[in-house]
């Protein structure tokens, strides 16, 4: 089962950078804004947020 890195900003709480474990944080993101906060299985993220990671390398979700 594929799994995903899970990334805030502590700056925003409210949202969170997903990408494929191991993948690191994608250009767009400025790796000093954003901390690691685990890793999560994909079974427990919802199917679409799944999606957007495979088809765009990243996907962002709303935490609050």
Request: cysteine-free; hydrophobic content about 35%; proline content about 8%.
């Amino acid at each position: 089962m594929q799994e995903y890195d899970h990334y805030i900003n502590p700056r925003k709480p409210t949202v969170g950078l997903y990408v494929r474990k191991g993948a690191g944080l994608p250009d767009l993101a400025d790796p000093n804004e954003w901390a690691f906060d685990g890793t999560a299985a994909q079974g427990e993220l919802p199917a679409e947020l799944v999606k957007k990671v495979e088809i765009n390398g990243h996907a962002f979700r709303d935490m609050d």
